[in-house]
């Protein structure tokens, strides 16, 4: 039977792995669910980072739902509600994955998947699906698909990038980009585990925009303008810039081999893009 909820577990895995922490004296409110936790900003409204545990072997399949509600345990002024999302082509864009905490026994499994449906476990995304935001739910796809094919217990961090300069729609902040980190174990050759992890990046920023055609387009009661869907592999170091995260012991577990930094076609140096659901892989073990 469930009782309190007990959020994200850092001895989940069989190597210790903290939930990653935001510098002294930012301010977060943390919020435990069944199976993940939410740090959410109260100012930006929206998640600082999610983190949650999927263990493959006891995934249940649970029907979806789709009971959005405003968490109680904080004020509603704190958290981006139904009137951002109404009447637009925005989505609310799950940061813990539905399917991802849904695990246990059917108690446990149900309110698992009730949980995800919390405003502070979303924030704003474009509505539009093309194959780059495809790319991404294959990504989070292959992630669950890992852990049950291979009964392996598997940490996911999530959330959005949220940077200072987001265009404001309907006093929020859209965030532009939003980053993931999956970790996970291998045993070593002298018995021990290893922690091993990759790192993720999807970007909606527009290519070609201005401030003066984002400032007419919500001055006119529509969303900012939002370019297509990129996704992208990236250094975890890199995550932890974007975000002011300290992921100092996921990042010495990156698995991301280092490419030439002259390459022109990326955005950011060593950031790889993701062509085709064939381009994701964790580790060889998937092969």
Partial sequence: MVTTPAGYSPTFLPIPLPFPTLPAGRDVRVLPYVHFTVLQDPVRRLPAATGVNIDGKQLLDIERGDDWHLDPRIPASEQTGPAVYANNDLDRGHQVRRRDPVWGDTATATAANLSTFAYTNCAPQAGEFNQSKELWAGLEDYVLDYARVYEQKISVFTGPVLDPGDPVYRGTGIPRQ??????????????????????????????????????????????????????????????????????????????????????????????????????????????
């Fill in 178 to 287: 939003f980053w993931k980190i999956a970790a996970w174990t291998i045993a070593a050759d002298d018995g021990q585990f290893e922690l091993q992890a990759t790192g993720y990046v999807l970007d909606q920023t527009p290519e070609l925009t201005s401030t003066d055609l984002t400032e007419k387009a919500i001055a006119a009661g529509n969303p900012p303008p939002l370019g297509p869907y990129k996704t992208y592999q990236v250094s975890i170091r890199d995550i932890a810039a974007l975000t002011t995260l300290n992921l100092d012991q996921l990042a010495a577990a990156d698995q991301l081999v280092p490419v030439p930094a002259a390459r022109a076609e990326e955005p950011r140096a060593g950031w790889v893009p993701l062509v085709s659901r064939t381009d994701i892989r964790l580790d060889h073990a998937a092969d």
